[in-house]
């Protein structure tokens, strides 16, 4: 008899999304907080009866200021903890659609525009930030999947493509 783990204990869910200016540059959060350092897009929890895409609209308006409409959907990114079963499912968004002032930093970090391939080849990226930016900026990928082992960061990257 095939032996196999259950899917888990539960879920939690996240959010990141992709802001772009006209001229091509990408909203980057330089992440202060110890569980996610370094450069990345705004994003967070996705809160009980909120929808993903309400929770990504509030992310961004909390960490930056902005506030944004018509995100599209680029992927999702999806952690598989080992020991665990948990999971953690962050869905993906951009958007040129945004009006507002960002603010100089939060409780997140400093706000600034970037031009995306500086910050692709940036050593200071937040831990897997690199794996995610081909969802944003390459396109033709639908997910990211890690199995983890629920300790560290490190995890084998699969990508799956729509196409």
């Not at 309400?54 to 903890?81: F, M, N, Q, Y």
């Not at 080849?121 to 629920?150: H, M």
């Amino acid at each position: 008899m095939n032996q196999t783990k259950p899917f888990g204990t539960g879920a939690k869910f996240y959010n990141m999304t992709m802001v772009v200016r006209k001229d091509g540059k990408v909203l980057t959060l330089d992440r202060i907080k110890t569980d996610w350092p370094g450069l990345t897009f705004p994003g967070g929890k996705v809160e009980k009866g909120e929808s993903f895409t309400a929770s990504a609209i509030r992310e961004i308006k909390e960490e930056t200021g902005l506030s944004v409409s018509s995100l599209v959907p680029c992927g999702a990114v999806h952690w598989a903890d080992q020991t665990t079963g948990h999971r953690y499912i962050e869905f993906l968004y951009k958007t040129t659609d945004f009006h507002g002032e960002i603010l100089s930093g939060t409780s997140e970090g400093r706000v600034f525009w970037e031009d995306p391939e500086t910050l692709r080849t940036s050593d200071r990226l937040s831990p897997n930030f690199d794996l995610y930016l081909p969802l944003f900026l390459d396109g033709g990928y639908s997910e990211l999947f890690f199995e983890w082992d629920g300790v560290s960061w490190e995890g084998i990257p699969q990508y799956f493509s729509y196409r």
